[in-house]
T-cell receptor
């Protein structure tokens, strides 16, 4: 079965607010995680990644936090824009597998 | 910017018919992946090629699905016969050899089986 999943299937935020998308994983041997953004009618697009030896990684307006103790991953998007509306997936790699296992996805809607 | 190309973008077929999808990876990408994405779920890896060789097809339903990459460039995924449960988005992705973390996805082929 799936070892990666998301807490919430949908999330609505006001434009300009910050959003947090969560992801739980169950395999303690997972050593690499990626967040993808998928807009309607398009394939997934890489946002940010993090390895298990890190707790936090920042990109442009995005931050990924990894809590290995509770097997939890989050994606924070600062100052959300209409273009951030999409479905967001987390994906993990189990050590040695060298392939990605995707979670279910969260639909983020930005309200004007 | 180079992109992964897929065709067709949409396909409607009747159950028991054969259907085929085509993918052209980014030039120079030795590794090619086919994923299936059921509506509302994340992509699931079906098959992975390294050049023309299959390196992982553990999740490919081999009784009805087949995939080939004869010259190690473009690839075809076939379903015969199609079943209602095959309705999904079929995504192709590619990466440089050994760079499995950095996969570039195509726009996908959305299949509807009636």
């Amino acid at each position: 079965g799936e070892s990666v999943g998301l807490h919430l299937p949908t999330l609505s935020v006001q434009e300009g607010d910050n959003s947090i998308i969560n992801c739980a994983y169950s395999n303690s041997a997972s050593d690499y995680f990626i967040w993808y953004k998928q807009e309607s009618g398009k394939g997934p697009q890489f946002i940010i990644d993090i390895r298990s030896n890190m707790d936090k990684r920042q990109g442009q307006r995005v931050t990924v936090l990894l809590n290995k103790t509770v097997k939890h991953l989050s994606l924070q998007i600062a100052a959300t824009q209409p273009g951030d509306s999409a479905v967001y997936f987390c994906a993990e790699n189990i050590w040695g597998a060298q392939k990605l296992v995707f979670g279910q996805g969260t639909r983020l809607t930005i309200n004007p | 910017e180079a992109e992964v190309a897929q065709s067709p973008r949409y396909k409607i077929t009747e159950k028991s018919q054969a259907v085929a999808f085509w993918c052209d990876p980014i030039s120079g990408h030795a590794t090619l992946y086919w994923y299936r994405q059921i509506l509302g779920q994340g992509p699931e890896l079906l098959v992975q090629f390294q050049d023309e060789s299959v390196v992982d097809d553990s999740q490919l339903p081999k009784d009805r699905f087949s995939a080939e990459r004869l010259k190690g460039v473009d690839s075809t995924l076939k379903i015969q016969p199609a079943e209602l449960g095959d309705s999904a988005m079929y995504l192709c992705a590619s990466s440089l050899a050994g760079m499995w973390e950095t996969q570039y996805f195509g726009p996908g082929t959305r299949l509807l089986v009636l």
